[in-house]
């Protein structure tokens, strides 16, 4: 079974400063891993993905996130946080073999302070 | 290309009734999800049909079933409604394995009374 765990559930960063969101998953098999992103009233938007290719992945916004294997760790980062990053994220893990469903971790809402 | 839409996008319902939920996907893509969000248990994954067949089953009741038309669209229903059963239900297309990317709809918003 796999599983995604996502350390604290409310990150608040100033405007301007690092974003870091941190994202550990359990899975016997190797991995896919995602991250989303959700603001208020509206579905999940595809952030970047890791399918086995390179561990560093960037995405969109100027997000990235890092595979790291021995650490099971998929955590998400971006150097300088925006007003408008403010919004819920989510991890989430799938076999890369087969039809799997996504299985996602809680979520980390971020706020950003001006 | 259109995104995928979900109708409706709010919903009241009283205990006891059943509901209908829609969705069309992106065109071209062949595989649908479906996901019930709520505040406390999260993200967790219903079904997913691929060409008219389910493919993958979430641990809900029997009450909560699908099916998946020709042109890919797809429903979801829920019988015998409980309070519980107030969420927020996703939908997400795939082209074709589940595994990869999905794009996710805005959306339907059920609250049973």
């Known amino acids: 079974a796999q599983s995604v765990t996502q350390l604290g559930s409310h990150v608040s960063v100033s405007e301007g400063a690092l974003v870091l969101l941190r994202c550990n998953y359990s899975?016997?098999?190797?991995?896919?891993l995602f991250w989303y992103v959700q603001y208020p009233n509206q579905g999940l938007q595809l952030l970047l993905k890791?399918?086995?290719?390179?561990?560093l992945v960037k995405g969109i916004n100027g997000f990235e996130a890092e595979f790291k294997k021995s650490e099971t760790s998929f955590h998400l980062t971006k150097p300088s946080a925006h007003m408008s990053d403010a919004a819920e994220y989510f991890c989430a893990v799938t076999r890369n073999s087969g039809n799997t469903p996504l299985v996602f971790g809680k979520g980390t809402r971020l706020s950003v302070i001006a | 290309k259109a995104g995928v839409t979900q109708t409706p996008r709010y919903l009241i319902k009283t205990r006891g009734q059943q509901v209908t939920l829609s969705c069309s996907p992106i065109?071209?893509?062949?595989?649908v999800s479906w996901y019930q969000q709520t505040p406390g248990q999260g993200l967790q994954f219903l079904f997913e049909y691929f060409s008219e067949t389910q493919r993958n089953k979430g641990n809900f009741p029997g009450r909560f079933s699908g099916r998946q038309f020709s042109n890919s669209r797809s429903e979801m229903n829920v019988s015998t409604l409980e309070l519980g059963d107030s969420a927020l239900y996703l939908c997400?297309?795939?082209?074709?394995?589940?595994?990869?990317?999905?794009?996710f709809g805005p959306g339907t918003r059920l609250t049973v009374t």
């Open positions: 065109s071209g893509h062949r595989s």
């Open positions: 899975s016997s098999v190797p991995p896919y």
């Open positions: 890791y399918t086995s290719a390179a561990t």
């Open positions: 997400a297309s795939s082209l074709d394995s589940v595994s990869y990317e999905q794009y």
